[in-house]
């Protein structure tokens, strides 16, 4: 079975298609497991999110999902972060915004913890360091956990007690030593690579890939600065930052 590994899909309909059209151009999707972050930044965040919910998925909840339907306020995001979220909630239906109310925090699937932000705070902490890593490893009983939130690839592996980090290789076996992995940012990398990412899962190869994937990042920045959104939100994509 081959599982789609997402996170930070920010409401970029592009971005989110181009990754969906090459999964599927690998071979059938069984599920799609998301990390957070659905909405918030860009413009389409209903088309997003039906989208997500036309396959079968498991899908946690990120910090720009909470501060869209009012669960956490935007007092700790930046002008432009705050402003975006601010537009978002006033075009989410209210069917968007129950099933963004219905997601948990963290979720146990098979070997692997789904979370955004950090097992230890699953909404708030990025995980950028070994440090971070590893005072996270025991708030996590799966040999796996997949995160997302800081829209960068990474690989933080666990072994004899110390945890290194590496770049996210292309292709990465299942074995004995724990891990923590970022599969990137669909919707707004922050790695100087703008490209969209994710990680496909292929449980009969027992195995995680990792893929690039170019959209058409201007049809989204058009529509951002159509309707409204701040302009250092649309440069920003170009520039993977």
């Known amino acids: 079975m081959r599982y789609i590994i997402v996170a930070d899909i920010h409401s970029n ?7 969906l059209q090459a999964a599927k151009a690998g071979g059938e999707i069984s599920e799609i497991w998301c990390l957070g972050d659905i909405v918030g930044y860009g ?11 036309q396959y079968p998925h498991i899908c946690v909840a990120g910090n720009h999902d909470m501060a869209a339907i009012g669960e956490i ?15 978002t909630a006033q075009h989410l239906l209210t069917e968007d915004k129950q099933y963004l109310a219905s997601l948990p925090m963290i979720k146990e699937v098979g070997n692997f913890t789904l979370v955004h932000g950090s097992p230890r705070e699953p909404i708030w902490e990025y995980v950028l360091s070994p440090m971070e890593a590893q005072a996270s490893l025991s708030y996590f009983h799966t040999d796996y956990c997949l995160i997302g ?3 960068v690839p990474a690989l933080f592996q666990f072994e004899d007690g110390c945890c290194s980090q590496s770049q996210l290789p292309a292709t990465l076996r299942l074995g004995k030593n724990r891990f923590m992995l970022n599969p990137g940012g669909v919707g707004q990398p922050r790695d100087h690579d703008p490209k969209a990412s994710f990680v496909v899962y292929d449980s009969d190869s027992n195995s995680l890939k990792h893929y690039r ?5 201007s049809a989204t920045q058009e529509k951002m600065l159509r309707l409204g959104l701040p302009h250092s939100l649309a440069d920003r994509l170009s520039h993977g930052l």
């Not at 994937?213 to 990042?217: A, P, R």
């Open 13 to 19: 309909l592009e971005a989110f298609t181009a990754v």
């Open 43 to 53: 413009p389409d965040p209903q088309s997003c999110l039906h989208l997500l919910r």
């Open 73 to 87: 306020d935007t007092s700790d995001f930046n002008v432009a972060a705050a402003l975006a979220t601010n537009w």
């Open 149 to 151: 939130h800081s829209h």
């Open 213 to 217: 994937v170019e959209y058409d990042i």
